[in-house]
């Protein structure tokens, strides 16, 4: 272990990128990759790496909202509505380019006005298929990572061969420390707690992603392989669209509780994504996304989001199951109902939180977890 | 403005309309007795290959629209809301799940279907509620993926969609356990773009002053070009109205005795007070002459002879999606070609690919074409999220604006 990657400096080095505002962090960012932004896990961050960009993800940090409102309605969710704001507060100044791709219809239109304020000077609109159980949608996807590629290599630099196996490979590693970290976080929340926690998945997005990995196997090499009693906690899994805030997490293990796994799409939905490394690199770019990846935006079928998550509860041997879902998102709280009631009916508690900006509320949602834990807890 | 009474003038076309949409309902109500299969399907759903197979539709977006207009839609809302639905979802979405729920609704029990048919291209809501409906009904569910165009349609993206319509037909054989008729669905195709074509003719009369057509005679009687494109008995019915109302043309009479102010509706009516809004805007001589919604069914890429293509590059390229610069162009084309006064964009809580943007085309077109724009909130079957007489103070300030904008 170096001196840069001990425990201390590793958290000193997360806490810090974290804890600024988008306005500031621009002064930390790696000098020799321009900012691409985007929103979403369904963007190929390997793609824009390879180009030599900084794939910068915009997670809806919690902002007063004073100027969105001028373009869109209340009904939106608050990461629209914040990532809105911050363009329009200058906040995103710094990014020289920004990837909307197909999800929802509030991201959709999203897009379409970001474009029109003419701010950030670079714009692309990835088309992800929605149906990706069709045999016809593999040819598509392909055409528009190339589309992308081209875009990439118009606005930012060539894409060679060997960038993008580098990049993929990258990535992976990325995806296989985080997946061990959340092994070990089990029994050793006491090292990684929460709210530090959520800050390791939050500088992965913003970080220069080689200094992000080495600080990642730092912290897998500073933990002890063996547990350390955290046996009490009543093991959670959350799922939702959230992307990570401190909040949440800490006041899961306030109220003592572990999340154990999740489906957040910025957290282990993501290791879904992995690359296969011993084929074209655009075609397995492509590949991945017909394998297991799940987004509720996405079409697999009707019984799709019940099968993959009961499975994974079921595989995480967590005993309850918190919703975590952004307020006004459609895609996730059409598939609630059935969810909870799929759930419910094999045993496994469930408890829905319905957030706007992380930082509000924080002590009704602080009463409702506490309870939810209790009622978990043997008595 | 004095409120002064301005007569309407009937449709006598609206008898047989009723007749025609009676009749529709009750064969898809009562399938089974005339031999025939039930698909429901999404309002941009390609609905032809059904007709051409012999299959009835089922759409429960306009039946949404049904329950709305008769103020039945809330309780429905209700119960989708006790089984765990959120009441920020699309309130069609929760009707139809409340009165499958229920039983109750101006149908009662709905017409079981065999599959289900969905076609994105109106808005993402509609996959996630016809899993749900997938799921409560143990059918299987065709899934059309059109996607989004927010500036040019591009070649893989045509490709894409014409796959999947070859695919749509080889689900109909399975489904129907019978080959597909080209020579069907070619005469199903143009008498649908026969259907088409005359309804655009329709709502483009209303471009004569005094308008013969307005938006809201458009709201009722578009039902047959969603629910019956693609029938003879629609073809009828439009040749028929279009008579009647070219008479008005020649005779230089409009829906209303009195007519001073034109106006265009953006976005799904309010179906639940679409009687009052009329009544109010018309005593201040006010009509909305066009809109956004009836005309998105004028399908403007639909050309030529009828093809598995053509109906695939149409069903990409419907009103919804596509991007706010063409929904801005598209708004300036119908105040300028309407010449409207001014125009009304309703922000409808329940539909976002609609409504996303509004402000920004306002600007945009009031900026082109010097109209002023009014937005208002309500949603378009849930009458919980409305302010009646908030919007009609709203309507009333705006309506002497425009007075004021034409006297100076």
């Known amino acids: ?379 | 403005m004095n409120e002064t009474s301005n007569p309407y003038r009937e449709i006598h076309a609206t008898a047989a309309y009723r007749r025609l949409m009676i009749a529709y309902y009750f064969m898809v109500k009562h399938a089974a007795w005339f031999g025939k299969k039930v698909a429901w399907i999404t309002s941009g759903g390609p609905v032809e290959p059904l007709y051409a197979m012999g299959v009835l539709p089922f759409y429960p977006e306009n039946y949404g629209a049904m329950c709305g207009a008769s103020r039945m839609s809330v309780s429905l809302c209700e119960a989708a809301e006790q089984r765990g639905y959120s009441r920020d979802l699309c309130s069609y979405a929760l009707t139809d799940i409340g009165s499958n729920l229920t039983g109750k609704g101006p149908l009662g029990v709905l017409p079981k279907p065999d599959f289900l048919v969905c076609a994105n291209n109106i808005c993402g809501t509609v996959i996630k509620w016809y899993e749900i409906q997938a799921r409560a009904l143990n059918v299987p569910v065709f899934f059309l993926d059109t996607p989004f165009i927010h500036d040019e349609i591009h070649d893989h993206t045509l490709r894409y969609v014409e796959k999947q319509m070859e695919g749509y037909i080889a689900f109909l054989e399975r489904q129907l356990k019978r080959p597909f008729s080209e020579k069907r669905f070619y005469r199903v195709g143009a008498r649908s773009l026969t259907a088409i074509r005359l309804w655009k003719e329709i709502i483009e009369l209303s471009k004569n002053h005094p308008a013969p057509f307005p938006a809201f005679d458009a709201f009722i009687h578009m039902a047959p070009i969603v629910t019956l494109r693609g029938t003879r008995w629609a073809v009828r019915y439009y040749r028929k109205l279009k008579k009647e109302i070219e008479k008005r043309v020649e005779q230089g009479k409009g829906a209303f005795a009195r007519e001073e102010i034109r106006l265009i509706w953006d976005n799904i009516p309010i179906w639940y007070d679409i009687r009052n809004l009329s009544k109010m805007l018309s005593s201040r001589g006010a009509v909305l002459v066009g809109d956004t919604y009836t005309s998105a069914w004028a399908h403007e890429q639909m050309e030529g002879a009828p093809s598995l293509a053509g109906f695939a590059r149409s069903h990409a390229t419907i009103h919804l999606n596509l991007g706010l610069e063409y929904k801005i162009k598209k708004m300036i084309e119908l105040v300028e070609g309407y010449g409207a006064h001014g125009f009304i964009m309703h922000s409808n809580r329940s539909c976002k690919s609609y409504s996303i943007g509004q402000y920004d085309i306002k600007r945009e077109v009031s900026k082109a074409t010097g109209r002023p724009g009014l937005i208002i909130e309500a949603d378009h079957t849930d009458a919980r999220s409305y302010a009646p007489k908030q919007v009609e103070k709203q309507i009333q300030i705006f309506l002497e604006i425009i007075r004021e904008k034409e006297q100076s």
């Not at chain 1, 906690?233 to 959350?238: F, Q, V, W």
């Open chain 1, 1 to 379: 272990m170096t001196k840069q990657t001990s425990p201390n400096n590793i958290r000193k080095e997360i806490e810090d990128i974290t804890s600024r505002s988008y306005r500031d962090i621009a002064s930390v960012l790696p000098k020799d990759r321009m900012p691409i932004g985007f929103f979403c896990p369904l963007v190929p961050e390997e793609l824009i790496h390879a180009a030599g960009a900084l794939p910068f993800r915009l997670m809806g940090t919690s902002v007063p909202i004073t100027h969105a409102q001028a373009h869109l309605p209340p009904y939106c969710c608050h990461l629209v509505k914040a990532s809105l704001e911050s363009l329009l507060q200058g906040e995103l100044h710094f990014l020289r380019g920004i990837v909307f791709c197909q999800t929802c219809d509030s991201m959709q239109g999203l897009s379409d006005i970001w474009a029109r304020q003419g701010i950030v000077p670079s714009q692309f609109n990835l088309m992800i298929p929605t149906h990706l159980d069709s045999e016809h949608a593999r040819p598509y996807l392909r055409a528009e990572m190339e589309r992308f590629k081209y875009f990439l290599e118009s606005n930012v630099g060539k894409i060679s061969l060997r960038k993008l196996k580098d990049s993929i490979r990258l990535f992976n590693h990325i995806r296989e420390r985080l997946s061990e970290i959340y092994s070990l976080r089990r029994t050793l929340s006491a090292r990684i707690p929460g709210a530090y926690f959520a800050r390791i998945i939050r500088a992965g997005y913003w970080m220069d992603r080689i200094r992000y990995l080495e600080l990642l196997e730092g912290l897998v090499d500073s933990l002890p392989k063996q547990t350390e009693g955290s046996d009490s906690l009543i093991p959670i899994y959350l799922t939702g669209n959230m992307a990570h805030a401190d909040t949440y997490f800490s006041l899961i293990e306030d109220a003592g509780a572990i999340v154990v796994r999740d489906d957040l799409c910025s957290g282990a939905r993501t290791f879904r994504l992995m690359v296969a490394e011993d084929r074209d690199p655009l075609e397995a770019l492509t590949e991945r996304y017909f394998q297991s990846f799940f987004c509720p935006t996405k079409y697999l079928g009707p019984q799709a989001h019940r099968d993959i998550l009961l499975q994974e509860v079921a595989d995480s041997k967590a005993q309850g199951v918190i919703f975590l879902l952004y307020k006004y998102c459609e895609a996730c709280f059409f598939d609630y109902p059935d969810l909870k009631s799929a759930l419910e009916a094999k045993g496994i508690s469930t408890l829905l939180l319905e957030v706007e900006d992380p930082v509000q509320s924080k002590e009704q949602l602080k009463i409702r977890i506490q309870a939810f834990v209790e009622m978990l807890s043997p008595l």
